[in-house]
C-alpha cells in the first residue's frame, strides 16, 4: 500500500495532519546543463560591465520561483512551511543512472584503501573516471551534473580527505567559471577543466595577512600596454606538481584615478601555472591531509591580460559570494565523509573489542558517545543536501547563510567526534598511523583550512542581523525611544510571550509526518527564541550591536542550531513518509537532534536576555584586559607568601 501511495518519485510530498498527502511540482533536471544558455547567461553578464540585471538562462527560467530566503527569516521568526518538504531534484530513472556510474568509483576507491599504497600517477586514473568533470557542463565532455548530483558523485572521492583537497577546491572553480565567466573564458578553459588536462585551485589566502590592506598580492593595471602584472604571493594553496594548473587568484588592485581607501578594491584573475613569472613555493608541512600538496606560489610580475579577469575589476570582493558558497558545500562534504570514516570505524572498534569481558558496544557511555556522533553526522548531510536541493530547485535562490550553516555546524561536529574518539580508544589512539590519530590530524587540518570558524560564526550573525535589521528598523525605534512611543511600549509591558514559553503560531507540524509532531514544536520554539534574542539585541545595544562579538557567537550558533533541526526534521519526514529502510530510526534520530537543539537554543537566548553581567562575559573581558597588560599568565604562584 504504502509502496503504491509513494510511487511518485518525481514530485515531493508533503504529509499534513489530515492525512493527505500535498506535493509541489519539482524542478527541472538538476543533472545536466546547456552550454548555448550559458553562454547567453555569461555573455549578459560582459556587456555593460557584467550588470546584475542578467537575462536568466533557459535553466534557470524553468527552475521553480524564487523563494524568500530560508534561514534568514528566522531571524525575524517566519518560516517557509513549504520547505520542511525535503527537495527531490534528480527523478527516479536519472538516479538509478547516477547510482550505477558511481559503481566505478566506488570500487576503486574502495581498492585504494585496501591496497594501502599510494598510486604513482593517480592524476591519470582520475582523468579517466571523469573526476574532474563532474559539474562540467556535457558541451565541454563534462557530466554536467547539478549541485545534488555532482555532490552525490563526489562521495566517492571524498572518502579519502587527501584526494577530496584536490579534486573539491578544482570543482570550485569550475562552478565558479559556469556562474560568473564570460564566453570566452568559458570556451578557453572548460573543456581542459572538465578532462582534467587543466587543473584548477584557489589561491586566495596569505601566510601573513597585511595589517591594512586586503591582499600582500597587488596587480598594477598598465594603461600603456594594456595589460595587468600580478606580483606576490599565495600560501596553502593545494596543488598538482608536474601538471598544468590554473589558478584562481584574488588580488589588491587600485582604480585608477581614485587615491586613497576609497580607491582600492580587489580583482580575480585567471593565473596559468606555464605563464612567466609563476613559480610553485616550498610544501607546507601541515599537521593533517599530508598526502595533499599545499604550497605556496610565487608570482614575480607576471603579464596578464582583460581576458584572465573574471566579472569587473576592482570589485572581487562583490562576486566573491559565489566563490564562497561553492567553497563552503564542497568543504561541507569533505568533512561529512571524514566524519562519516570516523563513526564507522568506531562503531567497528566497539563491536569487536571486549574489555573486562564486556563489549564496548555494551557500555552506555559508549552507546550515548555514538548516538550523539550519528545524529551530528545525520544532520550534517541534511543540510548539506537540502542547501544543494534549493539550488538545484529555486531560480536564483539565496543560501548564503545556508551555505556557511553547513559549514560551520559540519567541520565544528566534526572535530568534536575526532576529538571524542580519543577517549573511547585510549592511548593507543594516538600513536602513528591509527586511525584515530589520522583522523584527528585530518579533522584539524579541515577546520582550518580556509576561513577559520570563529570568522564563520561573526559572518552568520552578522549577515542574519543585516537582514533582520531592515524589517525590525520601525519597531526597534519605538522600543529604543520609549517616551516618544507610550503605547508601543505598553504593549510590550502586556505581552506575555517570553523567553521561557515563547508563543507561536506556525503550525509546522502539519507539514511533516505526525509523528515528528515534537519536533516540529521543538523547531517553532526556538525560531520564536532567536526572534525575540534579536529584537533585544538590537534594542539593547544599537548599531553597536557588531561590538558584542560574544553575544553574535551565541547567535550564529542558535541559527546553526535551528536549520540542522528544521534539516533533520525534513528528511526524516520525508523518508518515513516513502518507506525507505529504517525510516522510524531516522524518525528517532530526528526527534533527538530536536530535543537537544531545543534545549540549547534555550540555554543560549537565556544568556543573550541576561546580559554580559549576568552570563560572566563581563569578568571574562576583564580578565583579557590584564592577561594583555601581562602579556600571559599573570597570578604568582600558588605557594607564595606576601612578606
Not at 555573455?43 to 540585471?53: I, T
Not at 598526502?291 to 581576458?307: C, N, S
Not at 534594542?539 to 562579538?549: I, P, S
Request: glycine content about 6%; hydrophobic content about 35%.
Amino acid at each position: 500500500m504504502r509502496s503504491t501511495l509513494f510511487s511518485g518519485a518525481s514530485r515531493l510530498l508533503r504529509y499534513n495532519r489530515n492525512g493527505q498527502f500535498l506535493t509541489r511540482p519539482r524542478s527541472t533536471k538538476a543533472t545536466s546543463t546547456s552550454l548555448d544558455q550559458q553562454h547567453q547567461d555569461a555573455a549578459a553578464r560582459s556587456e555593460g560591465g557584467k550588470s546584475d540585471s542578467v537575462e536568466e538562462s533557459q535553466e534557470e527560467q524553468q527552475k521553480l520561483p524564487t523563494r524568500e530566503p530560508l534561514v534568514k527569516n528566522f531571524f525575524i521568526g517566519v518560516v517557509d512551511k513549504e520547505l520542511l518538504a525535503y527537495p527531490e531534484v534528480i527523478p527516479r530513472d536519472e538516479m538509478a543512472q547516477l547510482q550505477n556510474s558511481l559503481l566505478p568509483l566506488k570500487n576503486y576507491f574502495e581498492e585504494q584503501r585496501e591496497a594501502e599504497t599510494e598510486q604513482q600517477k593517480p592524476t591519470e586514473t582520475y582523468r579517466q573516471l571523469g573526476l574532474y568533470g563532474l559539474n562540467a557542463p556535457t558541451d565541454f565532455e563534462g557530466k554536467g551534473y547539478g549541485w545534488s548530483a555532482s555532490l552525490m558523485a563526489s562521495e566517492p572521492d571524498s572518502a579519502d580527505t587527501n584526494v577530496s583537497l584536490s579534486l573539491q577546491t578544482h570543482r570550485v572553480v569550475v562552478d565558479f567559471l559556469k556562474e560568473l565567466g564570460t564566453p570566452q573564458q568559458q570556451q578557453r578553459y572548460l573543456q581542459d577543466l572538465a578532462t582534467g588536462a587543466l587543473i584548477a585551485t584557489e589561491a586566495i589566502y596569505e601566510y601573513s595577512p597585511p595589517e591594512e590592506d586586503f591582499f600582500n598580492t597587488k596587480a598594477e593595471f598598465l594603461p600603456e600596454t594594456g595589460k595587468w602584472r600580478l606580483s606576490g604571493e599565495k600560501a596553502f594553496v593545494v596543488c598538482t606538481p608536474g601538471e598544468r594548473q590554473l589558478f584562481l587568484v584574488l588580488a589588491q588592485t587600485q582604480q585608477p584615478n581614485v587615491p586613497g581607501d576609497v580607491g582600492r578594491g580587489s580583482t580575480i584573475f585567471l593565473v596559468d601555472s606555464q605563464l612567466e613569472g609563476v613559480r610553485l613555493g616550498e610544501k607546507h608541512a601541515t599537521f593533517g591531509c599530508r598526502q595533499a600538496d599545499i604550497r605556496r606560489i610565487h608570482f614575480d610580475k607576471v603579464q596578464l591580460g582583460e581576458e584572465q579577469v573574471v566579472c569587473i575589476a576592482h570589485d572581487g570582493n562583490r562576486y566573491s559570494e559565489q566563490l564562497v558558497r561553492s567553497s563552503r558545500l564542497r568543504g561541507s562534504l569533505a568533512g561529512v565523509s571524514l566524519a562519516k570514516k570516523l563513526l564507522n570505524e568506531l562503531a567497528q572498534y566497539t563491536v569487536t573489542t571486549t574489555q573486562c569481558r564486556v563489549q564496548l558496544k555494551d557500555l552506555e557511555l559508549t552507546r550515548v558517545h555514538l548516538s550523539r556522533a550519528a545524529c551530528s553526522v545525520y544532520a550534517m548531510e541534511s543540510m548539506l543536501y537540502l542547501t544543494a536541493g534549493l539550488l538545484d530547485e529555486f531560480r536564483s535562490q539565496d543560501v548564503t547563510l545556508e551555505s556557511a550553516i553547513t559549514k560551520f555546524f559540519t567541520l565544528r561536529q566534526l572535530y568534536e567526534i575526532a576529538t571524542q574518539n580519543l577517549a573511547l580508544v585510549g592511548p593507543k589512539s594516538l600513536l602513528s598511523g591509527q586511525a584515530t590519530e589520522l583522523g584527528l590530524r585530518d579533522a584539524a587540518q579541515l577546520c582550518t583550512q580556509g576561513e577559520s570558524l570563529d570568522t564563520l560564526g561573526m559572518f552568520i550573525a552578522l549577515t542574519g542581523l543585516q537582514y533582520a535589521g531592515q524589517a525590525m528598523n520601525a519597531g526597534v525605534r519605538k522600543s529604543r525611544n520609549p517616551l516618544f512611543h507610550p503605547g508601543h511600549i505598553f504593549g510590550k509591558f502586556l505581552d506575555t510571550n517570553s523567553i521561557d514559553s515563547p508563543k507561536t503560531k506556525m503550525q509546522l507540524a502539519e507539514h511533516v509526518h505526525p509523528s515528528l509532531d515534537a519536533a516540529a514544536q521543538c523547531i517553532e520554539q526556538s525560531v520564536a527564541r532567536l526572534q525575540m534574542a534579536v529584537e533585544l539585541m538590537f534594542t539593547r545595544h544599537g548599531n553597536a550591536v557588531v561590538e558584542r562579538q560574544s553575544e553574535m557567537q551565541r547567535l550564529a550558533e542558535v541559527a546553526t542550531t535551528i536549520y540542522a533541526m528544521w534539516a533533520s526534521t525534513a528528511r526524516a519526514s520525508r523518508s518515513y513518509c516513502i518507506g525507505l529502510p529504517l525510516a522510524d530510526h531516522e524518525m528517532l534520530t530526528a526527534t533527538a537532534i530536536c530535543s537537544q537543539g531545543k534545549d540549547r537554543v534555550h540555554t543560549l537566548c537565556t544568556e543573550i536576555f541576561g546580559g554580559n553581567f549576568v552570563n560572566n562575559d563581563n569578568n571574562l573581558v576583564r580578565l583579557s584586559k590584564q592577561l594583555a597588560k601581562s602579556k600571559g599568565y599573570f597570578p604568582v604562584h600558588p605557594l607564595t607568601f606576601n612578606f
